[in-house]
């Protein structure tokens, strides 16, 4: 088999939810958004349902649609965009909770799907979406009565637990949410981490569901393997990869192994990955190209079959700091080329 192997621990994910909704001591809702992070909704939802979750979180209207067919009746599903023109017929066939993030929104929910549940966006400082104080202040009468299931807002900077950010949102939260008798949700991954005053009724966690920092007692989720399709031999000083962007400083044996780019191993990971074999390190070389990365094997005893870029000796976090990035990104690239396999 030509491509790389994409290995999904599901009872790692569950073990990770599990853990992160006993700290925050409230129901912890996945979010699922962009494929769970590109590891495969289906999967995923069905496994973190089977363990006990009724409430997930997408981004759009049209996950919701793919999370509903992989989930059936029951589970509550939010979308975070809100209620965008266009979506009422699955916001009404597949039963969404759109989190209505403007008054043009909450109008557009209430007549083209009235009765239908929803809940509300509040923007404390973060800017990006949801009403801020002076709109939530004109509308919060008119939207009360229509009995929204959920309040929330979201963190900036809850990946930094000194940031004042966190303190000045959770103020505000509280400024615009006290009182009001309707279930309230501040928090994702960071934001569990930061103590009880941020847990409210429903926690949101992603990444920490995934094996990503900042929940760094999480259990690794994912392995990748890539079948090596070449090995050679090199003399001193003669050039690997585009642009001969390496040179071999002694004699050398390359293998070049099935995966690049365009699987979400970003070119900027060149000079600086390392892939390994069983507990030995092998430095790739030269520049990674769409499909292929070479790598340094000549200190191996014997020709590897397969070569380790997420595993035990290197996370997603770790990918992500050779390549400039963060492991979500990572995660949400790697893509559609290998051959997946999720494990109960
Ligand atoms: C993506 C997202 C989450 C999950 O965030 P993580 O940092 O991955 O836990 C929660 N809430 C909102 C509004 C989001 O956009």
Redesign the pocket.
């Known amino acids: 088999m030509g491509t790389g192997r994409l290995s999904i621990d599901l009872s790692a994910i569950v073990a990770n939810w599990q853990a992160l909704a006993s700290l925050a001591r409230t129901p912890a809702a996945p979010?699922v958004?962009a494929d769970a992070?590109g590891l495969g909704v289906g999967p995923v939802a069905r496994a973190l349902a089977a363990a006990g979750a009724r409430q997930f979180?997408v981004?759009y209207a049209e996950e919701g649609f793919a999370l509903r067919r992989a989930l059936g009746p029951g589970p509550e599903i939010f979308v975070?965009s809100g209620h965008m023109a266009g979506d009422a017929r699955l916001v009404a066939e597949c039963g969404l909770t759109p989190v209505v993030n403007s008054v043009d929104q909450l109008m557009r929910h209430l007549e083209s799907v009235p009765g239908q549940p929803f809940g509300l966006?509040l923007d404390t400082g973060m800017n990006r979406?949801g009403m801020e104080w002076n709109e939530w202040a004109a509308v919060a009468e008119i939207a009360l009565s229509q009995n929204p299931v959920l309040l929330?807002s979201?963190l900036a900077c809850?990946d930094e637990p000194d940031h004042p950010m966190n303190a000045y949102q959770l103020d505000l939260f509280r400024q615009m949410t006290d009182g009001l008798n309707v279930p309230r949700s501040l928090s994702?991954?960071?934001g569990i981490l930061l103590g009880p005053d941020y847990h409210f009724d429903l926690v949101?966690?992603?990444?920490?569901l995934y094996g990503?920092l900042p929940f760094e007692h999480a259990r690794p989720v994912a392995t990748l393997d890539l079948p090596v399709i070449q090995v050679r031999d090199l003399q001193a000083g003669e050039v690997a990869g585009y642009g001969n962007a390496w040179q071999a400083q002694r004699p050398s044996r390359l293998a070049t192994v099935s995966a690049g780019y365009a699987d979400g191993l970003l070119r900027s990971l060149s000079h600086k990955v390392t892939l390994w074999h069983g507990d030995t390190p092998c430095p790739a070389v030269g520049r990674v190209s769409m499909d292929l990365i070479i790598v340094d094997v000549t200190d191996l005893p014997e020709d590897p079959e397969h070569l380790s870029i997420l595993g035990p000796h290197q996370t997603i976090d770790q990918l992500a700091d050779a390549a400039g990035t963060i492991g979500?990104e990572v995660l949400t690239s790697l893509g559609t080329r290998y051959a997946r396999s999720h494990r109960e």
Do not use: N
Request: aromatic share 14%; proline share 5%; glycine share 20%.
């Open positions: 979010v958004k992070y979180f981004a975070l966006q979406l929330m979201h809850a994702a991954t960071g949101r966690p992603g990444i920490g990503g979500y």
